[in-house]
């Protein structure tokens, strides 16, 4: 395997799907196929086999479903994320889903180098949810309740949004016109409310709870 190259695991129990995001990783370099999966229950047995960095988990496959087989990846093997991948519109299964810990959620009509982009970007702890299951999603994020829960404020929630989509704090600094010991306050305020111990971990709950509006990285994006 070549330096740098970022271990992805497919799991969907249609050989086609499998077939042709297979031929998807193979055109980019900095991606590695390291392991199939027909069900969740493989799945789980892969990464603790090939310690991948992303599995792109289908919702709806037998023995073991993507959402059970999301928790028991993310409870054990917290270093890998995962992109749920869907072609039904089903809000509930899929916030089960983010609920579960999955970083990322796109619908399995994605492009390649969509795809490449949010494998890249969930490896670096970013999360992508595709337009049309943001849209999907919104109403429930906008009534959310859970924005009173973590007592982020104003700011904060300006600052969470920066780190969901991957800025530094030297980024976030610049971005918000503040200074850099302002940026990383309020970063480490963010960490401490949402009781997570790093920014990947801080963009998974921000992406499941709706705590901020998701960057939207697939629409007009060359």
Avoid: W
Avoid at 72 to 95: A, C, K, V
Avoid at 133 to 162: F, T, W
Avoid at 205 to 210: F, N, T
């Amino acid at each position: 395997m070549k330096r740098g190259q970022i271990r992805v695991i497919i799991a969907d129990d249609h050989v086609m799907v499998r077939s042709g995001l297979r031929l998807f990783l193979l055109a980019f370099e900095d991606l590695k196929l390291v392991g199939e999966a027909a069900n969740g229950e493989d799945a789980i047995r892969l990464c603790s086999r090939e310690k991948a960095d992303v599995v792109l988990m289908d919702m709806v496959m037998p023995v073991v479903d993507g959402v059970r087989a999301t928790k028991e990846i993310r409870d054990n093997f917290p270093h890998t994320q995962i992109i749920g991948l869907t072609s039904f519109y089903e809000s509930e299964m899929i916030q089960r889903m983010l609920d579960a810990g999955a970083i990322s959620f796109l619908l399995k009509s994605i492009s390649a180098t969509e795809l490449a982009r949010a494998i890249r970007d969930a490896a670096n702890g970013k999360a992508t949810i595709s337009p049309e299951i943001q849209d999907l999603l919104r109403g429930r994020q906008l009534a959310s309740p859970n924005l009173s829960k973590y007592d982020l404020s104003a700011r904060e929630r300006e600052v969470l949004a920066c780190i969901m989509r991957g800025l530094s704090n030297a980024d976030i600094a610049q971005e918000l016109v503040i200074s850099l010991s302002t940026a990383k306050f309020h970063v480490s305020r963010i960490l401490a409310k949402l009781d997570v111990s790093n920014r990947a971990e801080a963009v998974s709950l921000a992406v499941r709870e709706g705590l901020v509006s998701i960057p939207t990285r697939l629409k007009n994006d060359s």
